[in-house]
Each structure stands twice: as structure tokens, then as C-alpha cells.
């Protein structure tokens, strides 16, 4: 069905879909190419929210360069849009526009969408096609897909550890277990999250910034720091600069004239507070990610946590990912990646599948999901 060449052209769109992956969110990464008698005539991905998708840009690329789109072949990563959000639907640009054929990555889970983009465009007597490097295609949004399809985000973990599995020694210190190769690529994991999670114990023994500083990109993910007892310190560098990206500060409840307080003095410095309580008096994880997804749109949440965050993700099943840094040496007693129960019998494991693997340095990247 599809030729060697509808294979490069399409690699080409994946590849301009790539560079959304720091910028669009809540919107999904596209990438577009526009094809004539053989030739890339125009290219674009989609811009930061509000800003032109990737089919308008590449259109509005092709004609800056003075090529007529009538007759081409348009390729794109994702289902163009149908309706009205903060742009007009990207059928409309591709109708007026008249190439040929549209050949399609993915159709889109976004039930606004959900076939209607396609339908229009054969309506208007467009050969369209779709399926091909689908599943390249979904792997650069399983965020936007997870929270469409399941009303949550992708959750990913990251964690360094040693070859033993120790995050930190049995005193805390745990900076650093890898070395800045490995560390630069946790920012771009960083970069491509809508939000940045961790727990209120990490920012106490460790005064993180949960910001991107080692790849260069334009917006800041969300801050989001789990603290039932909003016990995180007012001088704490993660509420620094709230209005560069958002600090959201995760609480069990407001209830108590002492909570109340230390709400209005975070929220003095411009931190946003809402509260979500478990049985337990903690912070309902699981509802926290259906709202961040459903409310707040954010379609990747990265955690870097420690041992008992973790662990409570974990064992309440909200992970989708986790991305694992392994450096080569032993450091015996320590403290450990996550908190959980020791099985009782092998079968009752949660089984992982490895995604990739690749080295940073001296550095094993592992990234697994669920089965």
C-alpha cells in the first residue's frame, strides 16, 4: 500500500514532530511535510498553544517559498483537527489548499476529532490514507493518547540508582549517582512534561528547582510538590519564580485553621494549593492525576521523588513508565528506589517491558513500561 518513498516522506514528518516535543503541550506533537512531483516543497510542526498546528505551518512554508500545494501529497503525523479550539479546524487549510492525497500517521484519539477530520477531507475529494509509522507516531504522544483515551496523564518515574539499586547513601546523600551525561538527558525528559512531580520529603532533604536547565527550551514545565501537612519550607527553591511556569503544592485538606494559614502564606508568593484527601489522611494519588489530566490538561507528568513517594505511586498503580539511570558501582547499604511491600510469591510481581536502553557515559538508561 505504501512506497519506499511514502516511508522517507513520512520519517520526515516524525522527525519535524520531534521538534514539538518541548512546545506544544497540552497540544499533541505533529510534524507535517508536503510533497510535489517528488520533491519536500514545505515542512512544520506544531507551534505552542495558540500558535499554528504542523499542517499550517508547512503550507505557509511551502508558499514562502513560492510552491503551489494543488496536487501534492500531504503528510502528517496526526489526524488534522476539525474543530475550533484556539485555531480554526487545519481541514479547512488543507481543503482550501487542494493536494491530492493526505496520508496519515494516526488517526486522533481526541473524541472531538476521532475520525470527523478525515471524513471531511475524502468529502471534499481527497484521497486519504492512514496507518503508516503509526506506531512511531503514537510513542512521541503517549501522553495526549493516555489522557484522551483514559482521562490520565502518562506518569513516567525517573530514578538513579547504583547497581544495586541504591538512590542515596544511608545518610541521604545522593548527589551525584550519575554523572552529566545522564543528568542532561533526564532535563529532556524534564523539558517534554507538562509537569515536574515530587514530594515534599525530596524538597526538604534536597532543595531541588524542578525546572529544565541542561536543554534548551522556551517553556518551563509545571511544579507540583506532594505535601500532605504543607510542611514544604516558604524559602524552598521549587517555589521560586512561580509565575515562570506554575507551582502547584498538593495538600491532604484545608480544613484546620492551621492549614488554612499556611495556604494564604503560599499562596502570598503566588503558589497555587488545593487539597486532595485519601482515607489515610494523605494525598489521593490517583485522583491528583485524573485531575491534572481532566481539569488541568496536562497530558506527561515526570516524577523525580524519593523512596516513599515512590513506593505510593507504585503500589497504587498510577506509573506508566519508569526511567531508570544505572551507574557502574555497588554502594551496599543505602536507601532504595521505592518503598513497597516484599512479595509473597514471584507471581504476584508487577511485570515491566523494556521500551530502550542506552548509555549516557559511563551511565545504562533503561526505560520500561507496564505490561
Known amino acids: ?55 499550517v505551518q508547512a503550507l505557509a512554508d511551502a508558499r514562502a517559498h513560492g510552491f503551489d500545494p494543488t496536487g501534492s501529497t500531504v503528510y502528517v503525523t496526526l489526524e488534522p483537527c476539525n474543530h475550533t479550539g484556539r485555531t480554526p479546524p487545519c481541514v479547512d487549510a488543507l481543503i482550501a489548499a487542494k493536494p491530492a492525497t493526505v496520508i496519515v500517521a494516526m488517526s486522533d484519539p481526541n473524541p472531538l476529532v476521532g475520525g470527523k477530520g478525515l471524513e471531511r477531507l475524502k468529502a471534499a475529494g481527497i484521497e486519504v490514507q492512514c496507518g503508516l509509522l503509526e506506531s512511531e507516531a503514537q510513542a512521541l504522544n503517549r501522553g ?40 542532561a538527558d533526564g532535563h529532556h525528559w524534564r523539558a517534554q512534561a507538562c509537569a515536574i512531580l515530587s514530594g515534599v520529603g525530596t524538597v526538604k532533604e534536597d532543595d531541588p528547582s524542578l525546572n529544565v536547565r541542561d536543554v534548551k527550551t522556551d517553556r518551563q514545565p509545571w511544579r507540583i510538590v506532594v505535601d500532605s501537612k504543607l510542611e514544604t519550607p516558604l524559602k524552598a527553591k ?115 517491558q523494556i521500551i530502550d536502553q542506552a548509555l549516557f557515559g559511563s551511565d545504562l538508561r533503561l526505560r520500561l513500561s507496564k505490561k
Open 1 to 55: 500500500m505504501y512506497t519506499a518513498a511514502d516511508h522517507q516522506f513520512m520519517g520526515q514528518a516524525i522527525a519535524e514532530a520531534q521538534n514539538s516535543l518541548y512546545l506544544s503541550n497540552p497540544n499533541p506533537r505533529v510534524g507535517c511535510v508536503i510533497v510535489k512531483n517528488g520533491a519536500l516543497i514545505g515542512r512544520g510542526c506544531t507551534q505552542r498553544v495558540g500558535g499554528p498546528h504542523a499542517e
Open 144 to 183: 495526549f493518547i493516555s489522557r484522551m483515551t483514559r482521562g490520565l496523564p502518562w506518569v513516567r518515574i525517573k530514578i538513579a540508582a547504583s547497581l544495586d539499586g541504591k538512590t542515596a547513601l544511608p545518610n541521604g546523600q545522593s548527589q551525584w549517582i550519575t554523572g552529566p551525561l545522564a543528568r
Open 238 to 352: 521549587v517555589l521560586s519564580n512561580p509565575q515562570a511556569s506554575g507551582v502547584i503544592l498538593v495538600c491532604a485538606s484545608l480544613d484546620s485553621r492551621e492549614s488554612q494559614d499556611k495556604a494564604k502564606a503560599f499562596e502570598a508568593l503566588g503558589v497555587e494549593v488545593i487539597a486532595m484527601a485519601n482515607a489515610n489522611s494523605k494525598v489521593d494519588l490517583p485522583k491528583l492525576f485524573a485531575y491534572l489530566a481532566q481539569e488541568r490538561h496536562m497530558n506527561e507528568i515526570h516524577v523525580e521523588a524519593g523512596f516513599k513517594l515512590n513506593g505510593s505511586l507504585l503500589r497504587e498503580d498510577c506509573v506508566d513508565e519508569l526511567l531508570l539511570y544505572y551507574a557502574p558501582f555497588f554502594v551496599g547499604e543505602g536507601i532504595g528506589m521505592a518503598n513497597i511491600s516484599p512479595l509473597t510469591a514471584l507471581d504476584l510481581r508487577q511485570d515491566w
